[in-house]
């Protein structure tokens, strides 16, 4: 059947659809009825009657489906319609993000949003009197001394910092959990065969270990040095990239891998470093021995530690 005509039906879908109006029509109507007109929109609204024509009705398509405009769509509710158009809302999708703006994407967000970088650790600006006669005129003394005043680090003597000195490992567990202020804990046990209650470090090493910062090496490396597994080796020196992917670590920075390929000429995409030295320097933590060399390997020297330290954990 067909309706030409003037017509302003308030129209409610449903299998006994009611319509009022002036009509010259024989209206059957029927899963297959058509109507045709001049119309706005194409409005399929059930299996069994479509209507097209001069219509001005109220149409609430079902409670999932909400417009707002002036629309023209061919529009067919349910419980999966996606909207775009101009939309200002306050989108809220996930309790790890918060999107506020002009948008008009379909945004299926995740519990596994990262949004930004870990808060580095506030820091007090505290001054004291140097008793180290051995980092004066260094280019790293307001890192030392900074380190110093806070309590972070100190010397090999009551008068001595031995700024030149390759760091431990047992030293460089220390300075990084009271640089970042990682919470200290006391463990049921002691992880590492090597690292007793006893030793200086063993509170930071435990703490550090269970911050998942740091830990210990692998049953063949410690069959190697002779010790029991699993062991941590205190008293071996820390290389560079060894320090920097600790350091990257207990500052949880966005990570980054440079677009245009490796930094250093000595620290291939292939290196087992490598995404933490190019974090580390991206974000301005550490630095090259010269433009193109990081010699990962070399020992990393105490006043260096600080250095890095101070300017990943926020300065001073």
Known sequence: STFTGTVSPTYTPAATATFSGTTSPTYTPAATATFSGTTSPTYTPAATSTFTGTVSPTYTPAATATFTGTTSPTDTPAATSTFTGSVSPTITPA???????????????????????????????????NPFVDIIGSVFYHSIHTLYCRGVVSGTDATHFSPAASATRGQMAKIIALGFGVPLVTPGGQSFTDVPPSYYAYIYIESD???????????AQCAAAGVAFPCYQPEHWITRAEFTRLVVRASNPMRVTPPGGPTFVD????????????TGYAHGYIHGVDGTHFQPSRNIRRDEMCHVIYLASGGG
């Open 209 to 219: 270990f269970a911050a998942t910062i740091l830990g210990g090496y692998t049953q």
């Open 95 to 129: 309790a790890t993000s918060t999107f506020t703006g002009t948008i008009s994407p379909t945004d299926t967000p995740a519990a596994t949003m990262t949004t930004t970088n870990t808060p580095q650790v506030s820091v007090t600006p505290t001054d004291c009197a």
């Open 267 to 278: 620290v291939p995409a292939a290196y087992w470093a490598y995404i933490y030295i190019e």
